[in-house]
Nanobody, 126 residues
Framework: QVQLAESGGGLVQAGGSLRLSCAAS????????LGWFRQAPGKEREFVAR????????YYADSVKGRFTISRDNAKNTLYLQMNSLKPEDTAVYYC???????????????????WGQGTQVTVSS
């Protein structure tokens, strides 16, 4: 069982930067695929970025590509999301998520992930 805890959210002006962290405990961190999702008020939870358990391959939503960077530090059991050039439309609660490697699943959907953090609020003012 993996426990996840996000931190680093806050209020920032458009064009600014934030770095989110997700600390993991209770499992073999390096064995998990990890992702960031976000949910704005009245909207469904959406994929932001993910990083594979093997090889650290990264994947991004088109809306954040070139602005956000996902990374992981297996020695520290921590997942990161560096967010630059933030826009008001990036405002949402950001969640980290984890799952073991699975066959024939879509890693871009929330339903694939088994473990979730409590979320951290990111607000971008215009």
């Amino acid at each position: 069982q993996v426990q996840l805890a996000e931190s680093g959210g806050g209020l920032v002006q458009a064009g600014g930067s934030l770095r989110l962290s997700c600390a993991a405990s209770g499992g073999t961190f390096s064995a998990y695929n990890l992702g960031w999702f976000r949910q704005a008020p009245g909207k469904e939870r959406e994929f932001v970025a993910r990083i594979s358990w093997f090889g650290g391959r990264t994947y991004y939503a088109d809306s954040v590509k070139g602005r956000f960077t996902i990374s992981r530090d297996n020695a520290k059991n921590t997942l990161y999301l560096q967010m630059n050039s933030l826009k008001p439309e990036d405002t949402a609660v950001y969640y980290c998520a984890a799952c073991r490697n699975k066959i024939g699943v879509d890693y871009y959907t929330p339903e694939t992930y088994d473990y979730w953090g409590q979320g951290t609020q990111v607000t971008v003012s215009s």
